[in-house]
């Protein structure tokens, strides 16, 4: 069974980069048959989908975080990676990464999240 | 961008109750309609994908029917695990979910 865990910095400052990685076990991030994304959620509020990578590393975002945000993949250590530039408080959330069924466009499963607050 | 609405905001109910959760989006997505389960910090569990079909290990309880802008989910004989906000979630050419609709006990 496959499961996700999000690992990274709790506090970053303003202006500076959040970076966070999600540990895939259970299956591989290669094997082709899934893809794999990052999607957010603001302290009491709903969910926002930030981006996805696709098998073959094409990645795809948030027209409204596009300017700011990379994703990438390790396959030798089963990884994949948020970068998000330049943030501001509005971008204090939890922090989910899933894997996308792409036959179905959704969501199963998701990692237990991560919070993230930006503050000086 | 697609708009998804969800109504209501928040129910009322009693164990044993039937429920109904309505989303409706903004322009056609067809079937591509997910709905989820979000406990208190836990992190959302996909119940339904392609707007009728059951995810694997779901409680029967647990429907979802609609096509085109108009969604349900419906939940019958309501448990006390079934206490949690539910999120309808559409995929057009990207990702947007609705606002959420928290289910508390009457």
């Known amino acids: 069974q496959v499961q996700l865990q999000e690992s990274g910095p709790g506090l970053v400052k303003p202006s500076e980069t959040l970076s966070l990685t999600c540990t895939v076990s259970?299956?591989?991030?290669?094997?082709?048959?899934?893809?794999w994304g990052w999607i957010r959620q603001p302290p009491g509020k709903g969910l926002e989908w930030i981006g996805t990578?696709?098998?073959?590393?094409?990645?795809y975002y948030n027209l409204s975080l596009e300017s700011r945000v990379t994703i990438s993949a390790d396959t030798s250590k089963n990884q994949f990676s948020l970068k998000l530039s330049s943030v501001t408080a509005a971008d204090t959330a939890v922090y989910y990464c899933?894997?996308?069924?792409?036959?179905?466009?959704?969501?199963?499963?998701w990692g237990q999240g991560t919070r993230v607050t930006v503050s000086s | 961008d697609i708009q998804m609405t969800q109504s209501p905001s928040t129910l009322s109910a009693s164990v044993g109750d039937r429920v109904t959760i309505t989303c409706r989006a903004s322009q056609s997505i067809t079937s591509w309609l997910a709905w989820y389960q979000q406990k208190p910090g836990k992190a959302p569990k996909l119940l339904i994908y392609?707007?009728?079909s059951l995810e694997s290990g779901v409680p029967s309880r647990f429907s979802g029917s609609g096509s085109g802008t108009e969604f349900t989910l419906t939940i019958s004989n309501l448990q006390p695990d079934d206490f949690a906000t539910y999120y309808c979630q559409q995929y057009n050419n990207y990702w947007t979910f609705g606002q959420g609709t928290k289910v508390e006990i009457k």
């Open positions: 990578i696709f098998y073959g590393g094409r990645t």
């Open positions: 899933a894997r996308l069924s792409p036959h179905t466009s959704s969501w199963p499963p």
């Open positions: 259970g299956g591989s991030i290669s094997s082709g048959t899934y893809d």
């Open positions: 392609k707007a009728s």
